[in-house]
Each structure stands twice: as structure tokens, then as C-alpha cells.
């Protein structure tokens, strides 16, 4: 293929995507398979000539798409949503045919630019202060782990990256349960160890399960005289399993009284505060020294794309940062290099995709968007309260709440059945000691009559079970 193929072949793709979301809704949102049954349409030796993209293409469009849980799908009610606007699909088009490879600025100029521009535009959308700084993640897993690595260089006086963990004192941090499993998953990575993750008591619901501030100071204090290291303290603003939500000012207050750093994982929820009227979930945030949010879930930029907002980017940059000379910048000693914040070396020009959606939208369309999907979630709540046998487990917090059917089983029953049938997709979580079905509400394209067929669709197959 050459790029006078590629022209053609990208017209011919476009219209393909225009055709597949048309005709979404006649899909089943998550496909009927078994594992494997895919791996057989497609298994084969590697091919040693080439094949006609005629062919190729031909083979996606048979195979692909029954086999993709789609998750533009207008009932797509699963997990949380991998919103893709469209400007932003066309903004990774032209991302990839640019294919570079921004991690320098001298490598990337208008992709390190841009970026600086589209954080600062979020920072100033979510109602954060204008000191706050940042940068872009793949997903808010990175930025997790990003946070965590500058607490434990902090608390070890920035020695761990270059002298290692052994002999290192024992360091501690401290989330609820109600925290992603990424929090885990960064303490071991990190060296720290996942058991020395303390999960710290919660309030019920009447106070959105967020951490006790007062069980915070008291375990915190138990292990320093324990001889143990606090090193920092992760908090939830609408966590995955049910929306659980710390209370930030409270906690980060009992945080900073110790000397402890705080990142807040707002990877859902944050897309929300857009609107002011639901920033009362996060008061006290302009406290906190880390914030992660994804764009990619409910406003639309395509995946992958997460912002992490620094109070101070410096403990982070001296944690992340490593620059040999063949990295050097010549003649521009403080350039900015967002690889020297994250992780990777390697970095996708992601702000583009930004970019394109904040100004094709506007924040006045998508705020009407995350209103829409809030006022749907609650109207969709009290018809699934109102069917016989189903009881509402977990209230809305925004858009995502929970519910049962009868007992455990027949709540599972019920999901496999829904799920099975195709018309919404629904996933599991434990809430209050029992097995309970989440419906989140967010999907980019849906609209209230396709919120309100999940409601349809549970009353047609509880009947049936």
C-alpha cells in the first residue's frame, strides 16, 4: 500500500464507520462467544507473500465486528464509558498519519505545546486553581503509579530510585476499599508491597462511603509508632465498584497535618465537574497535590487519554525525570519534556484529540451531555425500583448506581441472561455484602429512550427466570 491507497482506502474506512454506528443499535452490545471461538475464524500460519487489502479488508468486516463488545454501543451501561466523539476520531486520524513520536519537545512541538494548552483548559473547566499544572497519561493506571513512585521517593528522601529498597524503612499508604484496584497494583510495582496498602474505614452511604478522617489519623499514628514510614494517602472521588467518594477536604486536612502528599483518582467523576453543581463531591480539592481524571471515559476524547493535575510538578519531574545526552535539547536548557513526568519515553501526540473536542463541542454541549446521562441515571433508578422483586442496592452518585434482583443468585442469573440477550450490557460489583448489578449511564450517543429500555429489558427477562 502507498498513501494513494491509503486515500482510497481511508475513504472506504471512513464510510465503514460511518455504516457500523448507524447500525449499532441493531447490534447485541456485547457479543454471544465462547473464548477461542474467534482465534479459530482467524488462526493461521504467518503470511509469507502479500496479501490484497481487498482481502484484508474484506476478512475485517465478516469477522471483526461480531466479535467486539461495542463500546460506542447507545446502550452501553458496562464498566465505565471509552466515550469517542467523532471529532475526536478524526483527530486521531490525523494524529496517526503525522505518526510522531512526541517525546521531547524538539521532537513534537506542537504536540508538547498543545498539551500545555489542553491542561490548562481542563484545570480551568473543572474549576481548579490556575497554580495547578499537569500533564497527559495513557490512562489514570499510569497516572496512579506516577503518584505513588513520588510518594515513596518523598518519604525516602528521593534516595529509592537510585539506591533501591533494601534496608529502606517500611512505608505505608493508606485508601479505602472502595479504591481501584490500580492503587494495589501501584504499590506493587512501586517496591512498596500491596500489604502495606491500609484500607482505612468508611462511612455508609448517608456520607457516600468515604474514608473516617478520625480512623485516617489513628492509623497513621499507630504506624509511625510502629516504627513504620507513612509515605501518602490515596483517596476515591466516584470510585468504579459504586461511585464511593471521599471527602477531600476532611481527609486531605488530616493528610497534610502529617506531612503526607495526597492523589485523588477522579478517573470518572472528574469529567463531571465541568458542571459546577456536582463539584460539591470534590470540595477541598484544590488541596490536593494529584489529581488524575480520563477525558477519555465521559467527555468524548477518545481512548487512551488521562490528565494527572500537580499542585507542584517538581517531586514528580525529579522522581520520573532522566536525562542523558542524547535527550538533551541543545540550546534550551529548561524546555519542557513531559516524558521527564510520566513513565514512558515514548509519547502519542493525545492532545490533539483534545483539542479537536473541546472546540468542535464546546463546554456548553457537554455539559448538556453529562446533565442529560445524570437526570437519565435517576429516572431509569426509579423505574428499576418500581419492578417487582428489584431493589435498589446503591443510590445514584451521578450517573452510576446499583440494584439486585431477589437473592445473589438470581441477581446473577439475571445478569447472564441480560447480557446474553444483547439489547444493554450491565456488569457485576459487591456492594453491602451482596452481589449487585452496576448501570452506569454515559455512553456519548445514547439517548433517554435507550437509557430507558434497560428498564424494559430487566422487567422481559426477570419474568422469564
Same mark, same amino acid.
Given at each position: 500500500?502507498d498513501h494513494d491507497d491509503l486515500a482510497h482506502w481511508s475513504k472506504r474506512?471512513?464510510?465503514?464507520?460511518?455504516?457500523? &454506528?448507524?447500525?449499532?443499535?441493531?447490534?447485541?452490545?456485547?457479543?454471544?462467544?465462547?473464548p477461542g471461538a474467534f482465534r479459530k475464524?482467524?488462526?493461521?500460519?504467518?503470511?509469507?507473500?502479500?496479501?490484497?487489502? @481487498?482481502?484484508? $479488508?474484506?476478512?475485517?468486516?465478516?469477522?471483526?465486528?461480531?466479535?467486539?463488545? &461495542?463500546?460506542? &454501543?447507545?446502550?452501553?451501561?458496562?464498566?465505565?464509558?471509552?466515550? %469517542?466523539?467523532?471529532?475526536?476520531?478524526?483527530?486521531?486520524?490525523?494524529?496517526?498519519?503525522?505518526?510522531?513520536?512526541?517525546?521531547?519537545?524538539?521532537?513534537?512541538?506542537?504536540?508538547? @505545546?498543545?498539551?500545555?494548552?489542553?491542561?490548562?483548559?481542563?484545570?480551568?473547566?473543572?474549576?481548579?486553581?490556575?497554580?495547578?499544572?499537569?500533564?497527559?497519561?495513557?490512562?489514570?493506571?499510569?497516572?496512579?503509579?506516577?503518584?505513588?513512585?513520588?510518594?515513596?521517593?518523598?518519604?525516602?528522601?528521593?534516595?529509592?530510585?537510585?539506591?533501591?529498597?533494601?534496608?529502606?524503612?517500611?512505608?505505608?499508604?493508606?485508601?479505602?476499599?472502595? *479504591?481501584?484496584?490500580?492503587?494495589?497494583?501501584?504499590?506493587?510495582?512501586?517496591?512498596?508491597?500491596?500489604?502495606?496498602?491500609?484500607?482505612?474505614?468508611? $462511612?455508609?452511604?448517608?456520607?457516600?462511603?468515604?474514608?473516617?478522617?478520625?480512623?485516617?489519623?489513628?492509623?497513621?499514628?499507630?504506624?509511625? %509508632?510502629?516504627?513504620?514510614?507513612?509515605?501518602?494517602?490515596?483517596?476515591?472521588?466516584?470510585? *468504579?465498584?459504586?461511585?464511593?467518594?471521599?471527602?477531600?477536604?476532611?481527609?486531605?486536612?488530616?493528610?497534610?497535618?502529617?506531612?503526607?502528599?495526597?492523589?485523588?483518582?477522579?478517573?470518572?467523576?472528574?469529567?463531571?465537574?465541568?458542571?459546577?453543581? $456536582?463539584?460539591?463531591?470534590?470540595?477541598?480539592?484544590?488541596?490536593?497535590?494529584?489529581?488524575?481524571?480520563?477525558? &477519555?471515559?465521559?467527555?468524548?476524547?477518545?481512548?487512551?487519554?488521562?490528565?494527572? $493535575?500537580?499542585?507542584?510538578?517538581?517531586?514528580?519531574?525529579?522522581?520520573?525525570?532522566?536525562?542523558?545526552?542524547?535527550?538533551?535539547?541543545?540550546?534550551?536548557?529548561?524546555?519542557?519534556?513531559?516524558?521527564?513526568? *510520566?513513565?514512558?519515553?515514548?509519547?502519542?501526540?493525545?492532545?490533539?484529540?483534545?483539542?479537536?473536542?473541546?472546540?468542535?463541542?464546546?463546554?456548553?454541549?457537554?455539559?448538556?451531555?453529562?446533565?442529560?446521562?445524570?437526570?437519565?441515571?435517576?429516572?431509569?433508578?426509579?423505574?428499576?425500583?418500581?419492578?417487582?422483586?428489584?431493589?435498589?442496592?446503591?443510590?445514584?452518585?451521578?450517573?452510576?448506581?446499583?440494584?439486585?434482583?431477589?437473592?445473589?443468585?438470581?441477581?446473577?442469573?439475571?445478569?447472564?441472561?441480560?447480557?446474553?440477550?444483547?439489547?444493554?450490557?450491565?456488569?457485576?460489583?459487591?456492594?453491602?455484602?451482596?452481589?449487585?448489578?452496576?448501570?452506569?449511564?454515559?455512553?456519548?450517543?445514547?439517548?433517554?429512550?435507550?437509557?430507558?429500555?434497560?428498564?424494559?429489558?430487566?422487567?422481559?427477562?426477570?419474568?422469564?427466570?
Amino acid at each position: 500500500m502507498d498513501h494513494d491507497d491509503l486515500a482510497h482506502w481511508s475513504k472506504r474506512a471512513a464510510d465503514w464507520t460511518r455504516d457500523y &454506528h448507524a447500525g449499532l443499535r441493531d447490534r447485541p452490545v456485547r457479543p454471544d462467544l465462547e473464548p477461542g471461538a474467534f482465534r479459530k475464524l482467524i488462526d493461521g500460519p504467518v503470511p509469507e507473500e502479500p496479501e490484497s487489502i @481487498e482481502t484484508i $479488508f474484506d476478512d475485517f468486516t465478516r469477522l471483526v465486528p461480531d466479535a467486539m463488545t &461495542h463500546w460506542q &454501543h447507545p446502550r452501553f451501561f458496562a464498566y465505565f464509558p471509552a466515550n %469517542a466523539a467523532p471529532v475526536s476520531m478524526l483527530a486521531e486520524q490525523l494524529a496517526n498519519a503525522m505518526a510522531g513520536q512526541a517525546m521531547l519537545w524538539q521532537t513534537a512541538p506542537a504536540a508538547n @505545546e498543545m498539551e500545555a494548552l489542553v491542561v490548562d483548559w481542563m484545570r480551568n473547566a473543572l474549576g481548579l486553581p490556575g497554580s495547578f499544572t499537569g500533564t497527559i497519561h495513557d490512562s489514570a493506571t499510569t497516572a496512579t503509579l506516577t503518584a505513588v513512585l513520588t510518594m515513596r521517593e518523598k518519604a525516602l528522601d528521593f534516595q529509592g530510585a537510585t539506591d533501591g529498597l533494601s534496608g529502606a524503612p517500611r512505608l505505608r499508604l493508606y485508601a479505602s476499599s472502595h *479504591t481501584h484496584s490500580s492503587v494495589d497494583k501501584a504499590l506493587r510495582l512501586s517496591g512498596i508491597g500491596q500489604n502495606n496498602l491500609v484500607k482505612v474505614p468508611t $462511612f455508609g452511604q448517608d456520607r457516600r462511603w468515604s474514608m473516617d478522617p478520625d480512623a485516617l489519623d489513628r492509623l497513621i499514628r499507630d504506624d509511625v %509508632a510502629a516504627g513504620m514510614t507513612p509515605a501518602g494517602v490515596v483517596l476515591a472521588v466516584g470510585g *468504579t465498584g459504586i461511585g464511593a467518594t471521599d471527602n477531600p477536604k476532611d481527609l486531605i486536612a488530616v493528610a497534610h497535618r502529617h506531612g503526607l502528599p495526597v492523589h485523588v483518582d477522579a478517573a470518572w467523576a472528574g469529567s463531571a465537574m465541568i458542571c459546577p453543581e $456536582f463539584r460539591d463531591l470534590w470540595q477541598g480539592i484544590e488541596k490536593a497535590d494529584s489529581i488524575a481524571f480520563n477525558p &477519555h471515559k465521559w467527555l468524548g476524547a477518545q481512548f487512551d487519554l488521562s490528565i494527572q $493535575f500537580l499542585r507542584d510538578p517538581a517531586p514528580q519531574i525529579r522522581t520520573m525525570g532522566l536525562r542523558p545526552a542524547y535527550l538533551e535539547t541543545l540550546g534550551q536548557d529548561e524546555v519542557v519534556n513531559y516524558n521527564e513526568w *510520566t513513565v514512558p519515553l515514548g509519547r502519542r501526540f493525545r492532545a490533539l484529540k483534545l483539542w479537536f473536542l473541546l472546540r468542535s463541542e464546546g463546554l456548553a454541549g457537554l455539559r448538556s451531555r453529562i446533565r442529560n446521562h445524570v437526570t437519565w441515571a435517576r429516572e431509569a433508578r426509579d423505574a428499576i425500583a418500581a419492578l417487582p422483586g428489584f431493589e435498589i442496592v446503591t443510590e445514584p452518585i451521578l450517573s452510576l448506581f446499583t440494584f439486585c434482583f431477589q437473592d445473589d443468585a438470581r441477581t446473577a442469573a439475571l445478569l447472564e441472561a441480560v447480557n446474553r440477550d444483547g439489547r444493554i450490557y450491565l456488569t457485576q460489583t459487591q456492594a453491602e455484602g451482596r452481589f449487585v448489578i452496576r448501570m452506569q449511564v454515559g455512553q456519548f450517543d445514547c439517548t433517554r429512550e435507550d437509557v430507558m429500555m434497560a428498564p424494559e429489558v430487566l422487567r422481559d427477562i426477570a419474568a422469564r427466570l
